[in-house]
């Protein structure tokens, strides 16, 4: 059967393009035969780097605490991995499900070139189905010798065209994809959150942005985030990109990276470099505000990505144990920010339950013009009538821009975020979307952590989500927004999805056939 189907594919292939192939595992005996795959190990801890020996007194006196530091927006959260890659003695892990090859995304591998320069190990996990391009410069830099890249679950045909086809033939596999997102930097901090790389993650896109949530953490936390990119880095679906076929000439891009000869250019990169100063010398003069406290990394194992569709069925993820617990633990509040919220029916039951109980339940999602994702938006539907007449606060984040310090920045926005917080004492942040797809299918990473100041910041930061948003509520048995005209503060009440045309709504309805398990 197997044979039959590599058989169909390559017909396929055939009669489309003229196929280049990678592998699929590394595992494949025709690889061992050719190359000597081996897995890495994880880098001993040292605190003999530039941020251990900043805070090695806080890491050897607590060694079970981590801190804390909340990321504001998107442009902080670019300058942030930047600083960090400057910053950066020994070693750099860079694990994300998208990457594009825009100017932001440059500027950052602009920067792990540079650590490189200094003898930094860097490693990048990118996987397949986020990756634009098979030219991307990020798969470029495996050709630096302080630099390995990997391509995770991968496509074995490699043009976009004939992508579709191969889920006919894989599509347990394929309908499953590494959805982790982290920055590491010499196993003592990490940025966790939401973002993958590229320009409308960092607010640099003038059409659309996402409105997302990062932390820096040192300490404890780190190290765990460190250990669980190993894992993924040595699973058999980890493919080294010099086994790419398609790769551009290396002097290129080189040239491209290096040799700033446009004015312009050189005098951003001026700015740019004031800046990274000035936030690398706030850091080293420790002026940066960590709160501190218990935490944990709580990730899925990379086998979920290839299990059986019955071993995904039947094996609860590690992160929904822990979500449980903490509702379970709740007494007074939970704050929910999730861009794709689709809790089913066992989730809306469970939050029905601390509805009941008296649990003040807040929660924010997309809205149907704000969302990237119209399906997921279609499924998320059939469980809101259920929770609003059971007393949750539901807001749906506008699509009227993203502005930054009153200034606006793109004309269209769209909520990213994936965070939590429980009783204004714990927060919860990572990659976990509240969906079918995350719980089910996805690989995912999120950080817990216990600091009363430290969740009250994202309970703020959840509030000012909260004031881009529409409230939704029930008028009788019918869904209405409540929204302010920014210029007047005159109230609007919207009867049907705001800012939304007949076809989009009747396009939504369709989506509503869908099934939840394939959104």
């Known amino acids: 059967m197997n044979n039959f189907k590599n058989y169909l594919m390559t017909l396929i292939c055939l009669a489309l393009t003229s196929c280049s192939t990678v592998p699929t595992s590394v595992n494949d005996n025709s690889l061992k035969d050719r190359y000597d795959i081996q897995p890495a190990k994880i880098p001993k801890l040292e605190y003999n780097t530039t941020i251990g020996k900043l805070y090695k007194e806080e890491f050897l006196k607590n060694p079970e605490l981590s801190g804390a530091s909340l990321i504001n ?41 540079q650590a490189a320069n200094r003898g930094v190990k860097v490693k990048i996990l990118v996987d397949d189905n986020g990756m634009d391009s098979d030219l991307s ?29 191969q889920f006919l033939f894989d599509f347990n596999r394929l309908n499953s994809r590494m959805h982790n997102k982290m920055f590491v930097v010499d196993g ?31 300490g404890k936390i780190a190290r765990e985030a460190q250990e669980s990119f190993y894992k993924y880095w040595n699973y058999h679906l980890a493919i080294p990109a010099y086994l790419f076929p398609d790769r551009k000439d290396i002097d290129k891009a080189k040239q491209e990276i290096e040799n ?46 290839d299990a059986s569709k019955n071993e995904k069925l039947n094996t609860i993820s590690p992160i929904l144990k822990a979500l449980k617990v903490l509702w379970n633990n709740t007494k007074n509040n939970i704050y929910i920010s999730s861009a794709y919220f689709v809790p089913g029916e066992l989730g809306t039951n469970e939050l029905v339950k601390e509805l009941n109980k008296g649990i003040d339940l807040t929660i924010i999602t997309n809205s149907l013009s704000s969302t990237d994702a119209p399906a997921v938006y279609a499924a998320w539907e059939r469980y809101r009538k259920d929770l609003l007449k059971a007393g949750a606060n539901i807001y749906e984040f506008m699509n009227t821009g993203l502005k930054l310090k009153g200034k606006q920045i793109s004309s269209f926005a769209s909520l990213h975020s994936k965070t939590m917080v429980f009783d204004e004492k714990i927060s919860w942040i990572g990659s976990f979307n509240l969906d079918p797809r995350s719980a089910l ?31 939704v509520e029930l008028e009788g048995n ?22 939304t045309t007949f076809w989009g709504r009747l396009f939504n309805k369709i989506l509503k056939i869908i099934p939840e398990s394939l959104v």
């Open 137 to 165: 410069d990020i798969l470029l830099l495996d050709f630096h010798k302080n630099i390995e890249v990997k391509v995770f679950n991968t496509f074995k045909y490699r043009e976009h065209i004939v992508r579709y086809p």
């Open 260 to 305: 700033l000869k446009d004015k312009k250019i050189i005098e951003g990169f001026n700015f740019y470099n004031k800046i990274m100063n000035y936030i690398i010398t706030e850091f080293k003069e420790k002026r940066t505000k960590f709160e501190w406290g218990k935490g944990a990394i709580i990730s899925d194992s990379p086998q979920k990505i």
């Open 188 to 218: 003592v901090s990490v940025i966790i959150g939401g973002r993958n790389l590229a320009n409308n993650y960092f607010d640099s896109d003038k059409n659309t942005n996402f409105s997302d949530t990062d932390v820096v953490f040192i």
């Open 441 to 471: 299918l996805n690989s995912e990473i999120v950080a817990v952590f216990e600091n009363e100041n430290f969740a009250k910041q994202l309970v703020n930061m959840i509030k000012g989500e909260m004031k881009k948003s529409w409230k």
């Open 73 to 113: 927006n998107g442009i902080e959260a670019f300058l942030a991995r930047a600083a960090f890659a400057r910053l950066a003695t020994k070693t750099i892990e860079v694990q994300t499900y998208i990457y594009n090859n825009d100017p932001t995304s440059k500027v950052l591998l602009h920067e792990l070139v």
């Open 478 to 499: 019918k869904t209405i927004w409540v929204g302010y005209d920014e210029q007047t503060n005159n109230k609007i009440i919207e009867k049907t999805a705001p800012n």
